[in-house]
């Protein structure tokens, strides 16, 4: 039987001082942590941006304003619109993408660099030449 992660398990967090008990459905224990941590970076963000605020409460829900321009952001970066579901092409997707464009940028480059020392060296040619007469 496969190794399957257990998902929509109960997860004891904490966040800011605060100990909760959640149950995100689809999600890990791993992964609820690692949503607790964002969370918990971006309370500390606004803390920080504003320290007259000791309120969690007021901060978790700076927190998630902020959380939610994230997403609205994200959104405009993929092409989707409010209410659409966004397309997010797999990361192994862009990895390659990207190692081909290295991989062209590359070949470029040696192309340009191949030019130049042949331009160099008809100039050396050519001025040597020059020198000689």
Same mark, same amino acid.
């Given at each position: 039987?496969?190794?399957?992660?257990?998902?929509?398990?109960?997860?004891?967090?904490? @966040?800011?001082?605060?100990?909760?008990?959640?149950?995100?459905?689809?999600?890990? &224990? %791993?992964?609820?942590?690692? !949503? %607790?941590? +964002? %969370?918990?970076?971006?309370?500390?963000?606004?803390?920080?941006?504003?320290?007259? @605020? #000791? =309120?969690?409460?007021?901060?978790? !829900?700076?927190?998630?304003? =902020? +959380? #939610? #321009? =994230?997403?609205?952001?994200?959104?405009? !970066? %993929?092409?989707?619109?409010?209410?659409?579901?966004?397309?997010?092409? &797999?990361?192994?997707?862009?990895?390659? =993408? +990207?190692?081909?464009?290295?991989?062209?940028?590359?070949?470029? *480059?040696?192309?340009?660099?191949?030019? +130049?020392?042949? #331009?160099?060296?008809?100039?050396?040619?050519?001025?040597?030449?020059? *020198?000689?007469?």
């Amino acid at each position: 039987m496969e190794n399957v992660p257990e998902r929509s398990q109960r997860t004891e967090i904490e @966040i800011f001082g605060r100990k909760l008990s959640v149950q995100i459905e689809g999600l890990a &224990p %791993v992964e609820v942590n690692e !949503l %607790v941590q +964002l %969370v918990h970076q971006k309370m500390a963000n606004v803390s920080d941006n504003n320290p007259q @605020i #000791a =309120d969690t409460s007021k901060l978790a !829900l700076l927190a998630a304003i =902020d +959380l #939610a #321009a =994230d997403v609205r952001r994200l959104r405009r !970066l %993929v092409g989707a619109g409010e209410g659409a579901t966004p397309t997010f092409v &797999p990361a192994v997707e862009v990895i390659e =993408d +990207l190692e081909q464009a290295a991989e062209s940028l590359n070949r470029a *480059r040696h192309s340009i660099e191949k030019s +130049l020392r042949t #331009a160099r060296g008809e100039q050396c040619q050519t001025t040597t030449s020059k *020198r000689r007469k």
